[in-house]
């Protein structure tokens, strides 16, 4: 069983560049289903949800080539049956991605309900309403849904709550409708723009995007095309969190600052020293941090996928905290292993109050999901001693090399493989 074992008390120093967004990425690799040509996409990150959304698409019969460790070549011409492999789909939420693209392109399509990262209930029922008001039909069998339709044509829909996925899925199944589909109540996040940006490049005609309303041209055909990935903001504000706890001067690199507002904002109401250029931020910390309180929100709010990190680092700064968790359902689950590190903190219901301490213990502890295992890398990066985080298979579905990246600033980790590595 593999484990990352971190030895902390080590300032960072020097430049980390981060990855393309893996949140963009496995939106706009499905996406490449609607097109009628080859299209090649760059600054993809190399992660286990790229693996294995490329992986359901070889088995329905697209070729996929990897140009270089950032570029794939996807041509989706040999899909005969839009059906997904179920196995993998049960791996990933994002797979849920293809319904959209599948059901644009072929008008029909069948998809486990998805998987990924167990903190609360993941339901579905915006993307099928959305898909409902464009005029498809659905049945769930064996934990599968089956959508059809005999034609999508456009219309008006509201989402109840803002849905990164439904709005993501509607977008996906509106571009090739008759007509035009307006989607209010949409979510406004960076790779929301990505995904539209990605789809116009191919010839659709999607306006608005990245405000709460977006507008959809419907169009006969897509073409093929050659599109860059934007930079991953959870990837950079991850680090930027990692340098806040060690304590250190690094340059994150392959950034758009603007997408990091709001974690910028505060780690600097933390303390920390944030510089920031066109494409790259300066962190300066000395490891001494200040209380403050967080709420998550959907995009321009502060992401609850930065939630996990921003807490790690609160359980080591001056004072009492209150992190208000509005998105997502028991994503408080990692703060068990945060307490057995020595963090003080008490969790109800949505809220955590976080009572800082001058430092964390290492101790072996797990990573519960995706992001809490980078909670555990960014504690660890701070805390006395050494600490070992098991099943990181979740740290390595959304991040490329993060020993290699963490170890060329300073930091003190290691991939163990086997128990004789870690003797």
Request: some cysteine; charged content about 25%.
């Given at each position: 069983?593999?484990?990352?074992?971190?030895?902390?008390?080590?300032?960072?120093?020097?430049?980390?560049?981060?990855?393309?967004?893996?949140?963009?990425?496995?939106?706009?690799?499905?996406?490449?289903?609607?097109?009628?040509?080859?299209?090649?996409?760059?600054?993809?990150?190399?992660?286990?949800?790229?693996?294995?959304?490329?992986?359901?698409?070889?088995?329905?019969?697209?070729?996929?080539?990897?140009?270089?460790?950032?570029?794939?070549?996807?041509?989706?011409?040999?899909?005969?049956?839009?059906?997904?492999?179920?196995?993998?789909?049960?791996?990933?939420?994002?797979?849920?991605?293809?319904?959209?693209?599948?059901?644009?392109?072929?008008?029909?399509?069948?998809?486990?309900?998805?998987?990924?990262?167990?903190?609360?209930?993941?339901?579905?029922?915006?993307?099928?309403?959305?898909?409902?008001?464009?005029?498809?039909?659905?049945?769930?069998?064996?934990?599968?849904?089956?959508?059809?339709?005999?034609?999508?044509?456009?219309?008006?829909?509201?989402?109840?709550?803002?849905?990164?996925?439904?709005?993501?899925?509607?977008?996906?199944?509106?571009?090739?409708?008759?007509?035009?589909?307006?989607?209010?109540?949409?979510?406004?996040?960076?790779?929301?723009?990505?995904?539209?940006?990605?789809?116009?490049?191919?010839?659709?005609?999607?306006?608005?995007?990245?405000?709460?309303?977006?507008?959809?041209?419907?169009?006969?055909?897509?073409?093929?095309?050659?599109?860059?990935?934007?930079?991953?903001?959870?990837?950079?504000?991850?680090?930027?969190?990692?340098?806040?706890?060690?304590?250190?001067?690094?340059?994150?690199?392959?950034?758009?600052?603007?997408?990091?507002?709001?974690?910028?904002?505060?780690?600097?109401?933390?303390?920390?020293?944030?510089?920031?250029?066109?494409?790259?931020?300066?962190?300066?910390?000395?490891?001494?941090?200040?209380?403050?309180?967080?709420?998550?929100?959907?995009?321009?709010?502060?992401?609850?996928?930065?939630?996990?990190?921003?807490?790690?680092?609160?359980?080591?700064?001056?004072?009492?905290?209150?992190?208000?968790?509005?998105?997502?359902?028991?994503?408080?689950?990692?703060?068990?292993?945060?307490?057995?590190?020595?963090?003080?903190?008490?969790?109800?219901?949505?809220?955590?109050?976080?009572?800082?301490?001058?430092?964390?213990?290492?101790?072996?502890?797990?990573?519960?999901?995706?992001?809490a295992g980078a909670a555990m890398i960014v504690a660890a990066l701070g805390a006395k001693?050494?600490?070992?985080?098991?099943?990181?298979?979740?740290?390595?579905?959304?991040?490329?090399?993060?020993?290699?990246?963490?170890?060329?600033?300073?930091?003190?980790?290691?991939?163990?493989?086997?128990?004789?590595?870690?003797?």
């Amino acid at each position: 069983m593999e484990k990352l074992v971190i030895t902390g008390g080590k300032m960072l120093h020097g430049t980390i560049k981060i990855s393309g967004a893996k949140n963009a990425a496995v939106a706009i690799i499905p996406a490449v289903i609607l097109s009628d040509g080859v299209c090649v996409l760059e600054n993809i990150p190399d992660i286990e949800d790229v693996n294995i959304i490329d992986e359901i698409l070889c088995k329905m019969g697209a070729s996929v080539k990897h140009i270089d460790k950032t570029s794939l070549e996807i041509d989706p011409a040999g899909i005969k049956k839009p059906v997904a492999d179920y196995d993998l789909v049960r791996h990933m939420r994002a797979s849920s991605y293809l319904m959209g693209a599948l059901l644009g392109k072929y008008l029909r399509a069948d998809v486990a309900l998805p998987g990924g990262c167990d903190f609360g209930v993941r339901p579905v029922d915006q993307h099928l309403k959305g898909f409902g008001i464009l005029g498809a039909a659905h049945t769930i069998e064996n934990d599968t849904i089956k959508v059809r339709a005999d034609k999508l044509v456009g219309n008006h829909i509201y989402l109840d709550v803002v849905s990164v996925g439904a709005t993501v899925n509607i977008m996906l199944a509106a571009v090739k409708a008759e007509g035009r589909t307006t989607i209010e109540n949409a979510a406004k996040e960076p790779h929301i723009v990505d995904l539209a940006n990605f789809l116009n490049s191919m010839g659709a005609d999607v306006r608005g995007a990245g405000t709460d309303v977006i507008k959809i041209n419907g169009v006969k055909k897509l073409r093929g095309t050659t599109y860059s990935i934007i930079p991953d903001q959870i990837e950079a504000g991850t680090y930027m969190a990692a340098v806040c706890s060690a304590g250190g001067d690094v340059t994150i690199q392959n950034v758009i600052p603007k997408h990091l507002e709001s974690i910028t904002a505060k780690l600097r109401e933390m303390g920390v020293t944030i510089e920031e250029f066109d494409d790259y931020v300066r962190v300066v910390s000395n490891g001494k941090l200040k209380r403050c309180n967080v709420t998550t929100m959907p995009h321009p709010g502060f992401p609850t996928d930065m939630q996990p990190q921003i807490t790690a680092l609160l359980a080591k700064a001056n004072g009492t905290s209150i992190v208000n968790e509005a998105v997502w359902d028991y994503r408080f689950r990692y703060v068990t292993e945060l307490q057995r590190m020595g963090a003080d903190i008490v969790v109800d219901g949505s809220l955590a109050i976080v009572n800082g301490k001058e430092s964390l213990t290492g101790v072996p502890v797990k990573a519960t999901d995706l992001r809490a295992g980078a909670a555990m890398i960014v504690a660890a990066l701070g805390a006395k001693g050494t600490t070992q985080i098991e099943d990181i298979r979740h740290i390595q579905r959304g991040y490329e090399d993060v020993v290699g990246k963490l170890s060329s600033v300073g930091a003190d980790i290691k991939l163990i493989r086997t128990e004789d590595e870690l003797k």
